[in-house]
C-alpha cells in the first residue's frame, strides 16, 4: 500500500517566518494528495489539495505543488502567524478513496 | 461547513467491559464513514469503513469482533470495543463522506482509557 514520510517536528517558527513542510510518499498510480491541519481541541480539517502532477494546491497562504518526480507534496507559507500553530497531515488518497496519513508535523509559532 | 461529532470525547472503562463510541454527521447525510485510531505522536490508522446499510470493512490486522461498527443511518456511525484491555486505549477518530465526494469531514476524536 501507499505509504509517507513527513518531515519531523516540532517545528517551532517566529511569527512572518517561512515555513517549509516536507512530504514524500510512495503509491502505486498517482494518487491524489491532501494536507490536512488539526488546531488544539478540534478535529482534522482539510487544508488543500492536488489531484495531478504539477497542480498546486492553495489555502489560507498556505501552497504545495504536487511534484511526480519527486512524490512530493512540500507544504509551504510565505509568513506564518500564530494562528497556524496546529499539527499538520500529508495524506495521499489511495484506491478507494482511503487516505494513508503521515505522521503529522506540529508547528508552534512564536510571536 | 460539514460538520461531525463525536460522543463521548473522553472515557474511561475497566478492563473487560465493552464501550461505544458514537460518530454523528450533524448536517449532511453520510453515505461513508471511516474509524481511525491515533496513538500518541503517531499517524491515523484506518480501522474501517463503513457504508450505510452494509457491513464494514476492515483493514488488515483489525479484529473485526473486538471493533464493531455499526452504520444504521446515514447520520450515524457506531464503534463498539469490546471486552477492553488497557492496550485498547487510544484516540478514536471518525470521518464521513457523502456520494462520490473525495473529501472526509472528521470528528474531534474520542480518548478512551482503559483502567
Known amino acids: 500500500g501507499d505509504s509517507v514520510t513527513q518531515m519531523e517536528g516540532p517545528v517551532t517558527l517566529s511569527e512572518e517566518a517561512f515555513l517549509t513542510i516536507n512530504c514524500t510518499y510512495t503509491?502505486?498510480?498517482?494518487?491524489?494528495l491532501f494536507w490536512y491541519v488539526q488546531y488544539p481541541g478540534e478535529g482534522l480539517q482539510l487544508l488543500l489539495k492536488?489531484?495531478?502532477?504539477?497542480d498546486k494546491g492553495s489555502n489560507k497562504g498556505f501552497e504545495a505543488t504536487y511534484r511526480k518526480e519527486t512524490t512530493s507534496f512540500h507544504l509551504e507559507k510565505g509568513s506564518v502567524q500564530v494562528s497556524d500553530s496546529a499539527v499538520y497531515f500529508c495524506?495521499?488518497?489511495?484506491?478507494?478513496?482511503?487516505?494513508?496519513f503521515g505522521a503529522g508535523t506540529i508547528l508552534r509559532v512564536k510571536s | 461547513g460539514a460538520v461531525v461529532s463525536q460522543h463521548p470525547s473522553r472515557v474511561i472503562c475497566k478492563s473487560g467491559t465493552s464501550v461505544k463510541i458514537e460518530c454523528r454527521s450533524l448536517?449532511?447525510?453520510?453515505?461513508?464513514m471511516f474509524w481511525y485510531r491515533q496513538f500518541p505522536k503517531q499517524s491515523l490508522m484506518l480501522m474501517a469503513t463503513s457504508n450505510e446499510g452494509s457491513k464494514a470493512t476492515y483493514e488488515q490486522g483489525v479484529e473485526k469482533d473486538k471493533f464493531l461498527i455499526n452504520h444504521a443511518s446515514l447520520t450515524l456511525s457506531t464503534l463498539t470495543v469490546t471486552s477492553a484491555h488497557p492496550e485498547d486505549s487510544s484516540f478514536y477518530i471518525c470521518s464521513a463522506r457523502w456520494g462520490s465526494s473525495y473529501e472526509q469531514y472528521f470528528g474531534p476524536g474520542t480518548r478512551l482509557t482503559v483502567t
Open positions: 492536488a489531484t495531478k502532477a504539477d
Open positions: 503509491a502505486t498510480g498517482y494518487p491524489s
Open positions: 448536517d449532511f447525510q453520510a453515505t461513508t
Open positions: 495524506a495521499p488518497m489511495e484506491y478507494g478513496n482511503k487516505l494513508v
